[in-house]
């Protein structure tokens, strides 16, 4: 069984974090047993922090901890994605992750861009309306503007959920090829371990040809071929290893 501490610590794990975060704009929080790499991917603000935070870069990335922790609490109730408004103004968004049915974490961030989208949209209705005179809010209900919001929100739901299945399943398949190589390795070590118990044999028995002379011919060729196999499957041991580094090279990438 692969350790998720493990995966969860690897450079591949905090790469994939990282991308994540700097496409979609949301911070990945990731907590499994005995290891917290969210200081490696994203900064966990307290409230004065996060206000120095907000007034530098735009009121994107802070998000204040109190808020943070009552909507993983909700997330977690509801079994959904989960966008709040919290105690600092901000609209932020939660989505707890699952590795093999366990909680490992969350990933969070702006939810504004559903909300700046149907805004963008309701604009353009009220200068419609206003041009022809119409009330814009009646316009909206006819139009159904509220349920055009909702489906803007579902939508962004819809792609946080999968997200979170996506670091789901590459946790997964990094923890199943850590698995098979670990095997792999295992088997490599004992083939390592049986050609060097060869090559001792081929020795001691060649020793013990010299030691009796003329009369050991026998043994000495037997010594030879166990010598001889010793040292084949030696070789092969070194092909086996060649085999696994371009084999883990390859699934690294």
Excluded at 229 to 249: C, E, P, R, T
Aim: with cysteine.
């Amino acid at each position: 069984m692969v350790d998720i501490a493990e995966i969860l610590q690897s450079q591949e794990v905090l790469t994939m974090l990282e991308t994540f975060s700097k496409n979609l704009n949301i911070s990945v929080w990731i907590a499994g047993p005995e290891v917290d790499i969210i200081n490696k991917v994203s900064k966990v603000w307290g409230e004065k922090e996060a206000k120095k935070e907000m007034k530098r870069c735009g009121m994107l990335k802070a998000i204040c901890i109190p808020g943070r922790i009552e909507m993983r609490k909700k997330a977690l109730s509801e079994k959904r994605p989960v966008d709040v408004i919290c105690d600092l103004g901000l609209h932020i968004f939660t989505v707890p992750i699952y590795y093999e049915g366990e909680l490992i974490g969350f990933f969070e961030g702006d939810g504004g861009k559903a909300e700046e989208l149907t805004s963008e949209y309701g604009q353009k209705v009220d200068k419609m309306a206003s041009k022809w005179k119409f009330d814009p809010n009646v316009v909206k209900r006819c139009i159904g503007y509220e349920n055009i919001r909702c489906k803007t929100m579902e939508e962004m739901y819809g792609m946080m959920s999968m997200v979170s299945s996506t670091i789901e399943l590459y946790l997964k398949l990094i923890g199943e090829r850590n698995l098979f190589v670990n095997k792999l390795n295992k088997i490599n070590s004992n083939v390592q371990s049986t050609a060097r118990n060869l090559q001792m044999l081929g020795i001691n028995a060649a020793i013990e040809a010299a030691r009796i002379g003329s009369n050991g011919n026998g043994v000495s060729v037997v010594a030879g071929q166990i010598k001889e196999l010793g040292d084949f499957v030696f070789k092969q041991v070194g092909l086996i290893k060649d085999i696994l580094q371009d084999f883990v090279g390859t699934n690294s990438k």
